[in-house]
């Protein structure tokens, strides 16, 4: 039981608890989360605006508490003695010191009366507004009128790049302070409006300097005037620090940075570049608002202008690794519900919704994460309560109340978000592949029916998460916790050295040392007379030793001001814009409860920051409603498909006769054994007869189906109004509205058509399969005049490493021996360190013909085409007309009257040919009507110039689709003992067989042995066209002896692939595609996935042209296929062209299974 309390990260070598079997407190705690995160997530804009509500409320409070009011003590410009001299440091010079500078320690002021009492006073003038506005003129200040002050020389600035204050310093009495004091509120400014005359009463003044702590505040404490006051303070705090503070402050900052870095390197990893890691971010800043608060109302004192020294060990102790560890959680938890359960009971009844997949995650790691959460809060209790003062308290403190709250935000704020993050990509996904469907001829139905199979997330959406690179080095996730312990001990150190230390320091005064929030996390360093003052004092050393007088300086913290109109400091406060609610009736209003909170959100509106960030706030809302909405609209209802009215029931029937198909499930295109209960039928037995003693006449049935009310026809009514030709065939499906019974009822027909059933009788009856498959992805998609399927046998051949990555090829094929033989190349290829492939071009191609009256017109048009006017007009037009298709180059030929333009354009993870007619022919169009070739005729959107399913040599030079080289090496010992060949045998057969041979035939792109075999089969399997497989095989076979080993490539210029539309809509094929890595569009890169594809390909064909060559150099080619594929009598006799055809084009050499 209490190992269940250590941290996951702290027991790395123990196992991990069964996630079935929780432990005592995780049943104890988990229910709670649970009900937390489930209410989150169902309300997520609810809880959304409770928790800005809530921070907002905190907020103002936080501005009425005067927390962003800077620091007496740090700033020291106030105008009354007691404050500026509590920042002073007083200094010695005379005889008894031996003329040099003593500084008096531990706050004890020595008074002589043979000392010179002296008071070294520094101004300081911020440069502003473009240097329109100078500092005043050292001799017009009027500490010089009628007093005994005198000009110092001024010390330099050591900030000067990024502090560029004017100071002026001045020595006076001591006594006399008070009075220059008063005298030097106000300043005039020295500059271009300074010189003006012409002012009238009704015009502003000209502006003058002054004290910024010498005028009354006429505006609410907002974030901007705080970041402003906090610059301020941090400035002058680096002017007096000493280097070790600077540097250790440094390190935090940087490893603050870090981890900032590292949690958006994180959340990039898992699918999310901005969001997520900023969502971190906020809920992180709601807790530390809320914790600041909280301790404050405790009693614990906080002060902004020392803050920043434990900000960052602050960010380093809460870290950012439990928002990352539930995400992916969240994502791992969405995928598992698509996979099937290995224990092979499912995954139950629930619906696959991000919701659920919340629930899942914080069921798993819930309790992990809240109990790691509780120890460290624990140990931060524990250094509260310790007694150690330095500013550890205060921070102990804060840190426990921020990670209360941060645990508490992390399974409401950010799980809401998280939740309508994913649910946003997944909209944008699915609306993303429903379009790009549509764009490639499939119809909306099937497009809307694939996308709700393919979203969001995805298995590249979580890439691994071994480590990731920071400045090119390697860090893992384990890493962060260490570096998290170093940065915690090295705050206790540093505070504990600051504790050894304080009894050999001495204070700057009499004053108790005050310490706020999370200062003294390295000690606010004393001002330093000689950085402020150097120059002065040496003056006034030299002045003291000339003259041989002892005196006493003391060196006050320079006094700022700022440039402001005059008297704003007298201006008397405004009334505030909510004055309806003052006086009595505003205490009657916000009596009730929870009107403070009200009155809070009403006045937070008046800071200028926070009403611009309500106004972002409402435009994103905005728009997010306006997108979800319109992706909800554009998913529930599909615009083409037709309603139907409810059908009343008939009279003669009993009961609405329902197709025997139509409540079956479909199991997405896969072949499931029917089952039968009682006898079997007989042929010709109709399971949809009228329940009714009476048949329906043929008029009866032709009324029905003008009623539209064709479902409640029986089987053989509607195979007789098919056969009379009132239900064309092709209309079936939209006619029946079941596409399995239209599928049965097309069968018999084609086998009782009287002018085929001859030869066609047999079909209604046959073992050709048609149920229990998938027809909404066939129907307007990949096949018209359905009558069943025919099922391919699939096999694997591999598994190959191409690119350093292992594949398993899915090959569909009857040829027996070739899967055998492709997967001996792939151990072939695999021992010799895999194949490596290269993208050399993309881009399919479409070339229409158009036609002119005369040559003169036609050669017009050529030359129009080929000049950057015509490129740029066709480009415009063409890229248009979708959001993948870009056009890259096109080329243009004349053949008499006839111009052919061969386009060829990027496609995204489409084939695309659909995609590009559409493009072709609206660039036509502007062609013709824009740009002055109305005489033009478009003879064909595809004039053979593209070329499409035809061997053509300019696919073989110009390439089509995807153009790839894949090549290895295969060690001379695996040539032998793998392939039972010879490096030079297979050498020499490559350049007799497949270039000298392919030559003599006349061979176009044919200099290969059987490239066609390996992508057919994986283009049946993958949804291919199998048609392409014509301009997809041009490949060309390189074999070279590389130092002994074999070096074989292949280049294939034509791949014609896609992984979406087309066959790749079918669940088998998608199937086969996930296999592979490559389903549908790619998230974040359009067309990597179809390039992938491509890759895979020619790798499969570099491994089918090894085996091949292989047999045919050591002669087991026929022995093979004899030996495995005529090892079995056959049930029906070969003919000889197909015997001969088998033995040609085959694979084989499999001496591995001999």
Known sequence: MLNSLIPTRWRRNLELPDSDKPGYYNRQVTPYVQALSHTACTHPIHTIAFVAVLGSAFYVNLLESGFFQPSPAALGNRVDLDALSAGSRRLQLGPETAWKWQLEENGVRHVSVDHDELALVTLAFPASQGALYAAPEAEKVPLLEGGSAELLPSSSNILLGISSDVTLAYAMPYAEVPQALESIK????????????????????????????????????????????????????????????????????????LTFISLFLSMRRMGSNFWLG????????????????????????????????????????????????????????????????????????????????????????GFEIVRDYAIEIAILCAGAASGIQGGLRQFCFLAAWTL????????????????????????????????????????????????????????????????????????????????????????????????????????????????????????????????????????????????????????????KYELQYPS???AVKQGS?????????????????????????????????????????????????????????????????????????????????????????????????????????????????????????????EELLREKKAPLLDDSELIDLSLRGKIPGYALEKTLEDKTRAVKIRRAVVSRTPGTAEVTSKLENSLLPYEHFDYDRVFGACCENVIGYTPLPLGVAGPLTIDGRSYYLPMATTEGVLVASTSRGCKAINAGGGAVTVLTGDGMTRGP???????????????????????????????????????????????????????????????????ISKGVEQALS??????????????????????????????????????????????????????????????????AKNFIGSAMAGSIGGFNAHAANIVTAIFLATGQDPAQNVESSNCITVMKNLNGNLQISVSMPCIEVGTIGGGTVLEPQAAMLDLLGVRGA?????????????????????????????????????????????????????????????????????????
Not at 937 to 959: F, L, Q, R
Not at 1114 to 1134: D, E, K, T
Request: hydrophobic share 40%; glycine share 6%.
């Open 404 to 559: 209360f709250f941060d645990c508490i935000l992390l399974f409401t704020f950010y799980t809401s978000i998280l939740t309508i993050k994913l649910e946003i990509n997944r909209i944008k996904r699915h609306v993303a592949l429903r379009k790009a469907l549509e764009e490639d001829g499939v119809s909306r139905r099937v497009a809307e029916n694939v996308a709700s199979s393919n979203e969001w997330p995805k298995d590249e959406s979580i890439q691994s998460s071994e480590g990731y690179s920071i400045f090119g080095r390697k860090v893992r996730d384990s890493s962060i916790p260490r570096f998290k312990v170093l940065m915690v001990t090295g705050f206790i150190l540093i505070n504990v050295l600051n504790l050894c230390t304080m009894p050999f320091r001495g204070t700057r005064n009499n004053s108790p040392v005050t310490t706020a929030g999370l200062s003294s996390v390295v000690t606010q360093p004393p001002m330093d007379p000689f950085k402020v003052a150097g120059n002065g004092l040496d003056y006034i050393f030299s002045q003291a030793k000339r003259n041989d007088q002892a005196i006493s300086v003391t060196v006050f913290n320079p006094i």
């Open 1082 to 1154: 790619h998230p974040t890169s359009p067309g990597d996935n179809a390039r992938q594809l491509a890759r895979i390909i020619a790798a499969g064909v570099l491994a089918g042209e090894l085996s091949l060559c292989s047999a045919l150099a050591a002669g087991h080619l026929v022995r093979a296929h004899m030996a495995h594929n005529r090892s079995a009598a056959p049930s029906r006799a070969q003919s000889p062209g197909r015997t001969g055809l088998a033995i040609t084009t085959s694979t084989a050499g499999q001496e591995a299974r001999r």
């Open 568 to 570: 704003v400091h007298h």
């Open 186 to 257: 106000e300043l005039p400014a020295s500059g271009l409006v300074a010189a003006q005359d012409d002012e009238t009463d009704d015009e502003p003044k000209r502006p003058q300097w002054t004290l910024r702590t010498g005028k009354r505040s006429t505006s609410s404490n907002g974030m901007l005037e705080w970041a402003e006051n906090s610059w301020t303070a941090f400035i002058d705090l680096l002017k007096n620090a000493e280097t070790l503070d600077i540097i250790i402050m440094s390190l935090g900052y940087f490893s603050m940075y």
């Open 926 to 991: 502007v062609m013709r009507n824009e740009a002055g070739f109305e005489d033009m005729a478009i003879i064909s959107v595809s004039g053979n110039y593209c070329t499409d399913k035809k061997p053509a040599a300019i696919n073989w030079i110009d390439g089509r689709g995807k153009s790839v080289v894949a090549e290895a090496i295969i060690p001379a010992e695996v040539v032998r003992s793998v392939l039972k060949s010879d490096v030079n045998a297979l050498v020499e057969l490559n350049v």
């Open 577 to 701: 814009d909510w004055s309806l609610f003052d006086g009595d009736y505003r205490d009657g209003v916000f009596s009730a409860v929870g009107g403070r909170v009200v009155e809070s959100l009403l006045k937070s509106f008046e800071d200028p920051v926070l009403s611009k960030w309500v106004i972002v706030a409402l435009a994103m809302s905005l728009a997010l409603n306006g997108y979800l909405f319109n992706a909800a609209r554009w998913s529930i209802k599909d615009p083409d498909q037709e309603q139907h009215d409810s059908v009343p029931e008939v009279t003669v029937q009993s009961a609405r006769p329902v197709s025997a198909h139509k409540h079956k499930p479909s199991i997405n295109g896969a072949l499931v054994a029917p089952t039968t209960n009682g006898e079997p039928k007989e042929p010709g037995a109709e399971p949809h007869e009228p329940n009714g003693s009476r048949k329906r006449t043929r008029e009866e049935c």
């Open 278 to 365: 900023t969502t971190v971010l906020f809920s992180s800043a709601f807790a530390f608002l809320f914790g600041i608060v909280v301790t404050m109302k405790l009693g614990v004192p906080e002060n902004v202008v020392l803050l920043s020294e434990g900000v960052p060990f602050l960010v380093v102790t809460v870290g950012f690794e439990k928002p990352i560890v539930l995400t992916q959680a969240v994502l791992s938890a969405a995928l598992q519900a698509k996979r099937p359960n290995p224990n092979g009971n499912g995954n139950g009844d629930a619906p696959h919704t991000i919701q659920n997949a919340v629930q899942t995650a914080v069921r798993e790691r």
């Open 849 to 915: 013909c158009i036609g002119f009256d005369t040559l003169t017109r036609a050669a017009a048009a050529k030359n129009w085409l080929d000049s950057a006017e015509g490129q740029k007009v066709m480009r415009e037009a063409f890229n248009s007309t979708s959001r993948f298709a870009r056009l890259q180059t096109l080329k243009s030929s004349i053949a008499g009257t006839y111009v052919y333009v061969r386009f060829k354009t990027t496609t995204g993870d489409a084939m695309g040919m659909n995609m």
